[in-house]
């Protein structure tokens, strides 16, 4: 198997994964999927949503086997939490 390598630099790929979900996939997955995962290719705009983003990942690459993935929590801020309840860091 081989390592794929991002093409853009992590603030690129930060823009373009927020401004996707913003503008063309959050409204289509809000409903109904708080918690979930989303997948997104940051290239193509394609995604796909399940219960944790390894699930959501190999699906998309299924799809998209180049694909630059970016992943948002519905309804979060952040993907990962890291730490004890009440001293968390966001990731």
Partial sequence: M???????SKEEFARRGNEIYESQVRA?????????IVAIDIETGAFEVAKDSLTASDQLLAQHPKAQIWFVRV???????????GSTMSL
């Fill in 28 to 36: 289509q997955v809000e409903a109904g999927n708080h918690g979930k």
């Fill in 75 to 85: 309804g979060h801020r952040a993907v990962h939490r890291i730490g004890l309840a």
């Fill in 2 to 8: 081989t390592a794929r390598q991002p093409r853009y």
